[in-house]
Structure formats: C-alpha cells, structure tokens
T-cell receptor, first 115, second 118 residues
Framework: AQKITQTQPGMFVQEKEAVTLDCTYD???????LFWYKQPSSGEMIFLIY??????QNATEGRYSLNFQKARKSANLVISASQLGDSAMYFC????????????FGTGTRLLVSP | GAVVSQHPSRVICKSGTSVKIECRSL??????MFWYRQFPKKSLMLMAT?????????EQGVEKDKFLINHASLTLSTLTVTSAHPEDSSFYIC??????????????FGPGTRLTVL
C-alpha cells in the first residue's frame, strides 16, 4: 500500500524567504507520480507541481520546485520568495500507477507567511 | 481549460433528508471521477472512484448505500448523501482525471461543497 508522510503540521516563514515543505512516501511500485496541492481557506485544491518517478530532473513551476530524492523516497516542495498569499494548507499526494490511478494524500502542512 | 465545477457550493439541510451534489468537467472528458471528504483541519479522504458507465468503487468503510454515486456521462458525476445526519456534515470535494494530454498527469478538483446537516 502506498503511504505519504508529511511530518510538519505547521511552518512559518517570512515574506520573500524560501521555505521547504517535507514529504516522504512509501511504495513498492517502480512507476508512480507525486503531486503537491495548495488549499487556501476557501477550500479549493490548487495543483502546484508534478513529478514522475522516471523524471530525471526535478520539476519546477515558477516559484515552486520539487526536490525529488528517489533513493530517500522524498519529494519536498520548495517555495522561493514566499508571498503573503502563499499562506495555506499544502498537501503532498501520490498517484497509484495502475487501476484507477487514485491519489493518496498526506496529512498536510499549514504554511503561514508573515510580513 | 481543465475546469471542474461543483454544485452547490454550500448546502444546509435537515436531518433525514437527501442531498445531491453535482460534479462537472467543463472542458474535457472525465473518464474517472473521485469523491473525497474532508473534515476540518484534516486531509482529504477518498470515498469512492467512479468510472463513466459503471458502478463506483468505494473505499473501505464507506457505506455505498448512504453515499450514492452516479457517473452517467463523461462530464457529470453526482454524489447523493441519503438520509443525512449531523455526522455527515463535512466538506465534499470531487476531482476528475482524464486519460490524455495535460489531464493525464493531474487531477482537477472542483471547488468543494460544504454540507451542514442540522
């Protein structure tokens, strides 16, 4: 069974600084996908970034980058130049490679960006 | 593109009534849709997976007779909470996944429905 672990229930960062949100995963599959989503207080789930298990380079999307360390089974999200609007819940998720390809979510990290 | 809508966004109902929540993929064909439930300050819990034209697959512990899911077309899935009780109050979110192009590597989430059962 697949499992996602986010050990940081809350993180604080000052505006304009970078922050890393941790995510480790457990799977016996060789092919899998890793996702990060942002959930502001409005509740919508906003897709941030995707990393495939066979991707050799770390994924980047604007200020978001994914520090993918396959041997350590970690997929940390790095947010550079934090903005006040980045304050939200962040969820790491893994997609099972076969079947319905459903997502398994971690418990989330609440990020608070201060001025 | 790749927009998923959900209706209603918020619903308040009396205990014992049934509530239907709609999830629509607006600009792509959603062969698979997922329904999640989220309690306050908690993560998303997958309730069921529905594929167009076939029965939904429910996660362990989810009562299929209570949470009826219908995925009658490639753009619409519905979740009906039957005989709702206060403990069913929660935030329900749907997502849709396609099979090609951008939608393959992403699940697109609806904005969610907040259900309150009095």
């Amino acid at each position: 069974a697949q499992k996602i672990t986010q050990t940081q229930p809350g993180m604080f960062v000052q505006e304009k600084e970078a922050v890393t949100l941790d995510c480790t995963y457990d799977t016996s599959d060789q092919s899998y996908g890793l996702f990060w989503y942002k959930q502001p207080s409005s509740g919508e789930m906003i897709f941030l970034i995707y990393q495939g298990s066979y991707d050799e380079q770390n994924a980047t999307e604007g200020r978001y980058s994914l520090n993918f360390q396959k041997a350590r089974k970690s997929a940390n999200l790095v947010i550079s130049a934090s903005q006040l609007g980045d304050s939200a819940m962040y969820f790491c998720a893994m997609r099972e490679p076969q079947g319905f390809q459903k997502l398994v979510f971690g418990t989330g990290t609440r990020l608070l960006v201060s001025p | 593109g790749a927009v998923v809508s959900q209706h209603p966004s918020r619903v308040i109902c009396k205990s014992g009534t049934s509530v239907k929540i709609e999830c629509r993929s607006l600009d792509f064909q959603a062969t698979t849709m997922f329904w999640y439930r989220q309690f306050p300050k908690k993560s998303l819990m997958l309730m069921a997976t529905s594929n167009e034209g076939s029965k939904a697959t429910y996660e362990q512990g989810v009562e299929k007779d209570k949470f009826l899911i219908n995925h009658a077309s490639l753009t619409l899935s519905t979740l009906t909470v039957t005989s709702a009780h206060p403990e069913d109050s929660s935030f329900y979110i749907c997502s849709a996944g396609g099979t090609s192009g951008r939608s393959y590597n992403e699940q697109f989430f609806g904005p969610g429905t907040r259900l309150t059962v009095l």
